[in-house]
């Protein structure tokens, strides 16, 4: 008998794209950038294993992580989308919170959007610094809690946390404001020299605030 | 050649058979009757004409196998045969030489209808279903049985017309309907091109030649004359009569011709499309997950897993002919619409006719779209919504089906993959011919 399938002998498939496929290898190939970028960010910043927070070595990793992400494209998707990868030990071999939190905040700093909405609610990660420097016009909404310096050197953006922060919220910010919807640590507000702080939770403890006020429950606390 | 049977086509529709289109192909117009039926000519197949009386069904299907065949009208009428329960082999096939018999001699005289390669039969279902077998055999095989002598056709087509159900009429039993290649209906061409048709009842005369039509008739009964000497005869008076068609601006297509136009609707291959929707549409129509095949004798279980495919709404299984038929029809198209292959286009255009006659369909798929709006008769208007969900369903997995059966063709020459996997029938139709079931 005559093979049935005889006709198709030469046929080869096309290969098929559709659109989805498009979207998830572009997706994935910004996402490799922003790994990328950030693996360069840990191999300058942290050498020694250990990366502390000191006045300088917030303000040169910050300006290594804008290095290291200038010209590149991308949205505030991918920005969640690195949220999870934070969480994913296999691409991101080094989560270090602090750098993790500055990268964010310069990627948030230079995206086009004016508006980022972060969801960090059940994910195991408690990133610190986030907010750094956000710029006038800009407005940051994070769901769930951050670590410490959160929002610090505010520089005229909107932050606002839909849960709780650490110690050293607001620290040195300049302008603009931070809204935390639950509770705060200590030294909130230190050296803070413009802008607004509101806690609708409570304030563990208030900072040496130059200028600038801090609310309580709506109380104003500072000064 | 192509301009020829086009030329039969617009003439027809022109002088004679006058009609509302009720099909599109690549953007044209044409009448589904007249268009099989001119196929059915070309491709020698056997055509079902269903409709209420008085619509044309066997005055299309005379002036197609007149123009075609040039064959006077009135000879055509004479080898016609008429359904009615008292029809015998004797008036349908041929009967004993009386003359000769007395003298002790076994010869056949054959009817009208055997010899002529014209066959039309009206109201095929006024004869008794062992009637319509006598026929349909001969048809069938080309080959007339009569006493101890045997005839054949080297050219034939039939057409068969049937009226709606009525009292007199029997049934045509599913084995029998089978046979047909395709079924047409010939519509009510509404109120306007009626009232016209009224205007042209004498136009038959164009197709009528009272000499020629004395002289067949003269030779059809000869039953002196050898076949070859007859058939030669025959052949001449043909070619006088296409000189008159000549002058009605007909032309007429020699024996030589007909057969160059089959043959190269012979060579017409179907495409990859054509063939693998083919394919989809048959695993549809013949798969049973259960029971190996769909057997009209085998209730579908409810809650099958292939609910949403046509084996679920049908009672039978499609037969073999139904291929045979697609694939001739599709192919006798492609080629009088020029194209150089057959592709999805013709096999769409042509299933429905091919498979309205064959399928039973179940009753909760009949009460769905019975009421719907719609031009066609139900069973064609349900082959149509058949067809038309198959290759809905072909379209969104076309590349898949067709990697399928190039997987299942390495295979089956020994490389060690595993066949393609899919929902649709065709893929487990696949693993089955690969033995994987």
């Given at each position: ?5 005889f ?28 790994i ?15 990366w502390?927070?000191s ?35 296999s ?18 700093n ?14 195991n ?7 750094y ?10 769901y ?49 020299v ?7 939770g ?22 | ?17 006058f009609?509302?289109?009720d ?6 117009k ?10 059915t ?52 096939v ?19 209808f ?36 045997m ?23 599913p ?80 024996k ?29 129509l ?53 194209d ?89 139709e ?8």
């Open positions: 008998m005559k093979n049935p399938f006709e198709f002998k030469d046929f080869r498939p096309k290969k098929r794209e559709i659109p989805l496929d498009k979207i998830i290898a572009s997706k994935e190939k910004v996402m490799d950038a922003l990328k970028a950030y693996d360069r960010l840990v191999e300058q910043e942290a050498k020694e294993l250990v502390l927070v006045y300088h070595s917030v303000i040169r990793a910050y300006a290594n992580a804008e290095k290291s992400i200038k010209d590149m494209q991308y949205g505030v998707e991918d920005i969640e989308e690195f949220l999870f990868e934070i969480e994913n030990p691409r991101l071999p080094y989560p270090i919170m602090g750098l993790c939190g500055l990268y964010i905040s310069a990627l948030c230079h995206i086009k959007e004016k508006e980022i909405v972060l969801d960090l609610q059940n994910k990660i408690n990133l610190h610094l986030l907010g420097r956000l710029p006038k016009g800009k407005r940051l909404i994070v769930g809690d951050l670590g410490d310096f959160t929002g610090i050197g505010l520089n005229g953006g909107e932050l606002l946390v839909e849960g709780n922060a650490g110690n050293w919220t607001g620290a040195g910010m300049r302008m603009g404001k931070i809204v935390v919807k639950k509770n705060v640590g200590r030294r909130t507000g230190e050296d803070m413009g802008g607004e702080i509101y806690v609708e409570k304030i563990l403890g208030v900072g040496n605030v130059r200028y600038g006020r801090i609310y309580e429950k709506g109380g104003i606390v500072s000064p | 050649m192509r301009k020829s049977l086009k030329n039969i086509y617009d003439f027809i529709s022109d002088h004679l058979y009609y509302r289109p099909l599109e192909i690549n953007g044209e044409y009448n589904s009757t007249l268009l099989f039926s001119l196929l000519t070309v491709v020698q197949g056997k055509q079902l004409i269903v409709g209420e009386p008085g619509l044309g069904k066997t005055t299309s299907a005379e002036y197609i196998c007149s123009v075609f065949y040039q064959i006077p009208l009135g000879t055509i009428w004479l080898s016609e045969v008429a359904g009615h329960p008292e029809q015998t082999e004797e008036k349908i041929g009967r004993p030489n009386l003359g000769l018999l007395n003298k002790g001699i076994e010869s056949v005289v054959w009817s009208n055997v010899q002529l390669p014209v066959k039309i039969v009206d109201e095929i279902n006024r004869l008794p279903e062992t009637k319509q077998s006598i026929i349909l055999d001969g048809v069938d095989r080309g080959n007339w049985q009569y006493l101890n002598e005839f054949t056709n080297d050219e034939y087509c039939l057409f068969a017309t049937a009226n709606y159900q009525d009292l007199g009429t029997f049934t045509i039993i084995p029998m309907l089978d046979r047909f290649d395709v079924m047409v209906e010939s519509k009510h061409p509404g109120a306007n091109i009626s009232y016209l048709i009224a205007s042209f009842y004498k136009k038959d005369e164009l197709l009528r030649h009272e000499k020629y039509e004395r002289e067949l008739n003269k030779l059809l009964n000869d039953s002196k004359l050898s076949y070859e000497v007859k058939m030669e005869r025959i052949e001449k008076v043909y070619a006088n009569f296409s000189k008159h068609l000549e002058k009605m601006g007909l032309q007429p297509i020699s030589q011709k007909r057969k160059a136009i089959r043959n190269k609707i012979e060579d017409m291959e179907l495409d990859l499309d054509a063939n693998a929707f083919l394919r989809t549409l048959i695993s549809e013949s798969f049973c997950y259960k029971y190996g095949q769909k057997r009209a004798n085998e209730k579908c279980e409810e809650g099958c897993h292939f609910t949403g495919y046509l084996c679920h709404s049908i009672k039978n299984c499609i037969s073999n002919r139904f291929p045979i038929s697609v694939k001739l029809y599709a192919k006798a198209l492609a080629w009088f619409l020029g150089k292959q057959v592709n999805v286009e013709h096999i769409k255009t042509v299933a429905p006719y091919a498979l309205s006659h064959r399928l039973q369909w179940r009753e909760e798929f009949i009460a769905i779209y019975e009421k719907e709006t719609r031009v066609d008769p139900l069973p064609i208007y349900l082959a149509k919504v058949a067809v038309d969900k198959v290759l809905e369903r072909y379209g969104e997995q076309r590349e898949s089906i067709k990697e399928a059966l190039a997987v299942a063709y390495d295979i089956s020459q020994g490389r060690q993959i595993a066949p393609l996997e899919g929902d649709h029938p065709i893929y487990w696949i693993k089955r011919d690969l033995g994987g079931l």
